[in-house]
């Protein structure tokens, strides 16, 4: 059974990547189309091959993964809104806490949010809220939800970082 359900898990984060290509490419069709005339192409095509990229590297493994991420989107607004778009494009959820928890998934491994609580008070653990992940993750949780606090969204994260150890252990066993 769990043989089963390990086959599941790697068809589906296989089609999610086709799936992403083809959302870019259709993005880029929408978008040729729109402007057939762009002073600027490189500028919106690179901000959507970086995007993709960038999803195609998820989840995170580690601190290094973490900070060549941050290096690439920290100043560049758009590519972080497109990756946003896709993020909420690829997963979904029912309600405000399932699609925060999805997206957390999908952003970070279980073994890099052991390294994470929300605010880095615990001074053995690193502040999650001053990542771009973060960042990325509010973005996105209010593109679906807009009327979500940002409250609501550390909450969530916050149990969620915390039940980390005890995702870890539950693989293991």
């Known amino acids: 059974m769990s043989r089963i359900l390990v086959l599941t898990e790697l068809r589906l984060e296989e089609h999610t990547k086709i799936l992403s290509n083809i959302m870019l490419a259709l993005s880029q069709i929408n978008d040729s189309a729109k402007n057939p005339v762009s002073l600027s ?82 001074n053995t653990k690193k502040p999650f809220n001053k990542t771009i992940l973060s960042t990325l993750l509010t973005h996105a949780v209010q593109m679906v939800f807009s009327n979500t606090t940002i409250k609501e969204i550390e909450l969530t994260t916050s149990i969620w970082l915390t039940k980390a150890p005890e995702r870890l252990k539950n693989k293991k066993n």
Do not use: F, W
């Not at 560049?76 to 778009?85: N, Q, R």
């Not at 997206?103 to 949010?113: F, G, M, N, V």
């Open 41 to 122: 192409p490189s500028s919106n095509m690179s901000s959507d091959k970086l995007a993709a990229g960038i999803y195609s590297k998820l989840p995170l493994n580690n601190n290094e993964e973490m900070a060549g991420i941050t290096s690439q989107i920290i100043n560049d607004e758009d590519t972080l809104l497109k990756l946003a778009k896709m993020l909420i494009t690829l997963i979904s959820g029912s309600d405000v806490k399932q699609l925060i928890r999805r997206i957390l998934k999908k952003l970070i491994t279980d073994e890099l949010a052991i390294e994470y609580n929300y605010t880095g008070h615990k």
